[in-house]
Antibody
Framework: QLQLQESGPGLVKPSETLSLTCTVS??????????WGWIRQPPGKGLEWIGS???????YYNPSLKSRVTISVDTSKNQFSLKLSSVTAADTAVYYC?????????????WGQGTLVTVSS | SYVLTQPPSVSVAPGKTARITCGGN??????VHWYQQKPGQAPVLVIY???DRPSGIPERFSGSNSGNTATLTISRVEAGDEADYYC????????????FGGGTKLTVL
């Protein structure tokens, strides 16, 4: 059973960089069948896709966040990571990692449990 | 970029049928996926490729997609179905590849 687990600081100061890691267990992040993604959800609001990465390192990002986002993969640790720079209070959200089928037009499944990141001084 | 429109809320009595819509320009030409999110929990996939159910999802959950509207139908609604539901598509025509609807709160009366 594939599982994903987010980890990282729960509190980040404004203007600093948010850093999260997603650890994949029960399967290989190097599978050619999947992409790996980050999605966030501000408190009381809907879902927003942040970006996705393939095991080869190929990435694509939400254009609205692209200038501040970096997603990377470490196949040796079966992990992928998110960095979001110059954060503000608007970046306060629950951050989820999830697996996406590599097929065109596909879905996210499963998801990690999510981790709340608060941006505050 | 592509926009998906969902009603903010839908209410239904137990045992009845709930229909949650997801509107988008020619959405029938895209693959639509649906997620259920209960309070404090991560989203769970309930329908993929318009109408397919992942293993473990009850047959009461079904989906359809045509024209400008996709629909998630929940038959014989139970109290445990009360949750937020989100539709999602892949938009190959823009750089915003993944688009989510705004979500619908399903209330079981």
């Amino acid at each position: 059973q594939l599982q994903l687990q987010e980890s990282g600081p729960g509190l980040v100061k404004p203007s600093e960089t948010l850093s999260l890691t997603c650890t994949v267990s029960g399967g290989s992040i190097s599978s050619s069948s999947y992409y790996w993604g980050w999605i966030r959800q501000p408190p009381g609001k809907g879902l927003e896709w942040i970006g996705s990465i393939y095991y080869s390192g190929s990435t694509y990002y939400n254009p609205s966040l692209k200038s501040r986002v970096t997603i990377s993969v470490d196949t040796s640790k079966n992990q992928f990571s998110l960095k979001l720079s110059s954060v503000t209070a608007a970046d306060t959200a629950v951050y989820y990692c999830a697996r996406r089928e590599a097929a065109a037009g596909s879905w996210f499944d499963p998801w990690g449990q999510g981790t709340l990141v608060t941006v505050s001084s | 970029s592509y926009v998906l429109t969902q009603p903010p809320s839908v209410s239904v009595a137990p045992g009845k049928t709930a229909r949650i819509t997801c509107g988008g320009n020619n959405i029938g030409s895209k693959s639509v996926h649906w997620y259920q999110q209960k309070p404090g929990q991560a989203p769970v996939l309930v329908i993929y490729y318009d109408s397919d159910r992942p293993s473990g999802i009850p047959e009461r959950f079904s989906g359809s997609n045509s024209g400008n509207t996709a629909t998630l139908t929940i038959s014989r609604v139970e109290a445990g179905d009360e949750a937020d539901y989100y539709c999602q598509v892949w938009d190959s025509s823009s750089d915003l590849h993944v688009v989510f609807g705004g979500g619908t709160k399903l209330t079981v009366l």
